[in-house]
Each structure stands twice: as C-alpha cells, then as structure tokens.
C-alpha cells in the first residue's frame, strides 16, 4: 500500500510542520503523503543494466574533455563573434540506441557540453532534434555524436 514509507512519513511530517498540528491537517497531510507515494511508484524507472562498466571511466573522460573544449569555443564566440559562415541552428541526428538509460545519458552528455542542447526526442523514428550553437558541417556534427557518444554508450548498456 505504501511504495516509499519514508517518503509517506517526510511529507506527513513536513505537511504538519507547514500548516500546524491538528487533526484535519494530519487527515489531509496523509491522503496528500499517500498519493505522492503511489506517483512516485508508477515513476520508478527500470534498473539500469550495465554490459560493460569498465567503459564508464572512458567515457567520463571523453566527456570531460568535449566540456572544456565547448567551454573554450563558446568563450571565443562570446568573446570575438561568430566567423563567417558559422550559424546556430537546429540538427536532427538519427540514432540506433533504443535503450531509456542510454538515451537520458546522451540527453545530458549532449545538454551538459556548452554550445549544444538536447529538444527533443522522437521515438518514432528515433531521432534527436538539437540546438547547436556553432554549426559549420552538419554531417561533421552528426558524425560525432555517433561514433563519440552513441557508439559507447550502446557498449555500455545494450
């Protein structure tokens, strides 16, 4: 009946803290406890399955790395303006991966990295719908995301 009793019991708690201690509070306090409880379950993502962890540290540090870089080429656009030819724009790059875990942790890898961010994703035809800051080559830009990021990250998880 109660998927998280702790979490029931902090927010009881809290409810009471907030709005004082009477019995109408504690009533109301629990059936709010309660069904926050029952959301949380039916939010409960999978446990992640890891195929090969020994590759997380290689990632982390490709990762890292692209983060310093974008921060450096971000400051220099800020800094000295775009070049010409350079334009921001909107990518949509198709991906393989089909797994959940995978694909949030390509939803922060790529919103994490200054310059890029993750809009959309269509499980339809599995493709991410980007913003990127400095677009020369889309191609170039798809070309990374594959086989820097969703190449690891389906040895990783899938």
């Not at 309660?34 to 997380?56: G, I």
């Not at 310093?68 to 350079?86: C, F, Y």
């Not at 990374?144 to 690891?152: D, F, V």
Request: proline share 5%; aromatic share 10%; hydrophobic share 50%.
């Amino acid at each position: 009946m109660l998927p998280y009793p702790l979490l029931t019991l902090s927010l009881i708690i809290m409810w009471m803290l907030l709005n004082g201690f009477t019995l109408g509070h504690f009533v109301l306090g629990a059936v709010v406890a309660v069904f926050a409880s029952w959301s949380m379950a039916s939010l409960r993502p999978d446990k992640p399955k890891l195929r090969k962890w020994h590759l997380l540290p290689k990632l982390f540090g490709i990762v890292l790395y692209d983060i310093v870089r974008s921060n450096l080429a971000v400051a220099s656009v800020i800094l000295k303006g775009r070049p010409e030819g350079h334009t921001s724009g909107f990518l949509a790059v198709p991906l393989e991966m089909e797994d959940r875990t995978a694909l949030a942790f390509l939803a922060i890898i790529l919103t994490s990295t200054p310059g890029s961010a993750w809009l959309e994703y269509d499980s339809g035809d599995r493709t991410v719908l980007l913003h990127v800051l400095d677009v020369i080559d889309e191609d170039q830009w798809i070309e990374m995301i594959k086989s820097r990021y969703e190449k690891l990250l389906m040895e990783i998880f899938e």
